[in-house]
C-alpha cells in the first residue's frame, strides 16, 4: 500500500511493471488505482540493483488517480528496502511538484516504430520537438498485459547513455488513452511531456497475442515541468510495494 500526503492516498497496487531485465536496468514502476479512472503511476530510478535486505537512495515521480488526464505529477527522492519476500519499503526524504497535465504547449511531434517482424521503415525515434530534436535508435521495448487490469501498456526507450527518452502509452479497450515522454538525462533530465489525446498507438501480433511490432505518434504535446531537486518539500510519501 502506498500511503502519503500533500493528499491522503491509500491505494492497493493493481498492477506492476519491473523493468529490470533486459529492459531497463535502472527503471521501477507500479500503476495502482481504481481501473474504472486514470491509474496513479509511481516511477523510480534505481542505480543498480537492491540486494536483499539492503537499501538504496531512489530518485522518481508519481501521480496520483484522477477521474480525469488533468492530474498533478510530484517527483521525489527516497530511500527504498528491497525486503526478503521482493516487496520494497519506500520512505520519501522529499516531495516537490513537478507540474499538471497538459502543460505548456510545444511544437512539433514524437515517433516511434518498434518491431520484430520488420514492420517499421526503422527501428528509431524521431522527434521534431522544439529544443528537443533527435532521431535516435530504440535500445528497449516492452508490451504488458495485466491480468484484470483494462489498459494495455507499452514502453520505448531510445538514446545513449548520455542523453535518453522514454516513452509510455496506454490503450483502454484498444483505444488510445494516454502517453508520457520522460527524458531521464541529458540537458533536459527529470523533464516530463503530456501528449494529446489525438496521438495515436497501433500495435501488430503474432496469432493474436505476443505483441511483435508498436508504432506510436505522440501529437500535441506539452512540457509538465521537470524534476528540481531545490523545489520546497511539500510532505512525506511512505508505504510497501509488494
Given at each position: 500500500?502506498?500511503?502519503?500526503?500533500?493528499?491522503?492516498?491509500?491505494?492497493?497496487?493493481?498492477?506492476?511493471?519491473?523493468?529490470?531485465?533486459?529492459?531497463?536496468?535502472?527503471?521501477?514502476?507500479?500503476?495502482?488505482?481504481?481501473?474504472?479512472?486514470?491509474?496513479?503511476?509511481?516511477?523510480?530510478?534505481?542505480?543498480?540493483?537492491?540486494?536483499?535486505?539492503?537499501?538504496?537512495?531512489?530518485?522518481?515521480?508519481?501521480r496520483l488517480p484522477s477521474a480525469t488526464l488533468g492530474a498533478t505529477f510530484y517527483c521525489f527522492d527516497a530511500n527504498v528496502t528491497l525486503l526478503a519476500n521482493l516487496s520494497y519499503d519506500l520512505e520519501t526524504t522529499s516531495l516537490s511538484l513537478l507540474g499538471r497535465c497538459p502543460g505548456q504547449a510545444t511544437q512539433g511531434q514524437v515517433v516511434a516504430c518498434a518491431s520484430e517482424s520488420g514492420n517499421c521503415p526503422a527501428e528509431q525515434t524521431v522527434s521534431t520537438l522544439a529544443g528537443a530534436t533527435f532521431t535516435d535508435p530504440i535500445d528497449a521495448w516492452l508490451a504488458s498485459f495485466a491480468v484484470g487490469h483494462p489498459e494495455q501498456a507499452y514502453f520505448v526507450r531510445a538514446g545513449s547513455s548520455a542523453l535518453t527518452y522514454e516513452v509510455e502509452a496506454w490503450k483502454r479497450d484498444n483505444n488510445f488513452l494516454e502517453a508520457l515522454l520522460t527524458v531521464p538525462s541529458g540537458d533536459?533530465?527529470?523533464?516530463?511531456?503530456?501528449?494529446?489525446?489525438?496521438?495515436?498507438?497501433?500495435?501488430?501480433?503474432?496469432?493474436?497475442?505476443?505483441?511483435?511490432?508498436?508504432?506510436?505518434?505522440?501529437?500535441?504535446?506539452?512540457?509538465?515541468?521537470?524534476?528540481?531537486?531545490?523545489a520546497p518539500n511539500l510532505g512525506k510519501l511512505s508505504g510497501c510495494i509488494r
Open positions: 500500500r502506498i500511503e502519503g500526503s500533500p493528499v491522503n492516498l491509500s491505494e492497493s497496487v493493481q498492477q506492476a511493471f519491473r523493468w529490470q531485465q533486459g529492459i531497463s536496468p535502472d527503471q521501477f514502476g507500479v500503476d495502482f488505482g481504481d481501473t474504472k479512472v486514470i491509474p496513479g503511476l509511481l516511477r523510480m530510478q534505481v542505480q543498480g540493483r537492491i540486494p536483499i535486505g539492503s537499501s538504496a537512495e531512489v530518485s522518481g515521480w508519481i533536459d533530465q527529470g523533464a516530463l511531456y503530456c501528449a494529446g489525446n489525438d496521438s495515436t498507438l497501433r500495435t501488430k501480433s503474432d496469432n493474436g497475442s505476443t505483441v511483435t511490432s508498436i508504432d506510436i505518434v505522440l501529437r500535441n504535446l506539452s512540457r509538465a515541468g521537470r524534476c528540481d531537486r531545490g
